[in-house]
């Protein structure tokens, strides 16, 4: 029954440190990676429209940063999608 909601901008940065064709995926594993630390979930789901706004310029270039909704229910399962600005 209760649901907590928060807004977050997570740092994708860390996605740099790896081989140039590897970015955009890391990114994705840094996003689920803030996503346990800060909302202590059972479960994750990331909405589509996140993963296309990280891969949007490709691989190669993901964005060093990105604001998102979380929303945890009363499972555990969180729904991360983007922030509306």
């Known amino acids: 029954m209760s649901e907590l909601e ?4 997570v740092p994708l ?9 590897r970015r ?3 990114a994705v594993m840094e996003l689920r990676k803030f996503t346990e630390r800060h ?3 059972t479960e994750i789901v990331i909405d589509p429209s996140v993963n296309e706004a990280i891969w949007a310029r490709g691989i190669k270039n993901p964005p ?4 998102v ?3 945890k229910d009363s499972d555990g ?3 991360v999608t983007l922030a509306e600005a």
């Open 6 to 9: 928060r807004i977050y901008t």
């Open 13 to 21: 940065g860390r996605a740099w440190i790896v081989q140039k064709f």
């Open 24 to 26: 955009a995926e890391r």
């Open 39 to 41: 909302m202590k979930p």
């Open 64 to 67: 060093r940063k990105i604001r």
């Open 69 to 71: 909704k979380m929303t």
């Open 77 to 79: 399962l969180v729904v």
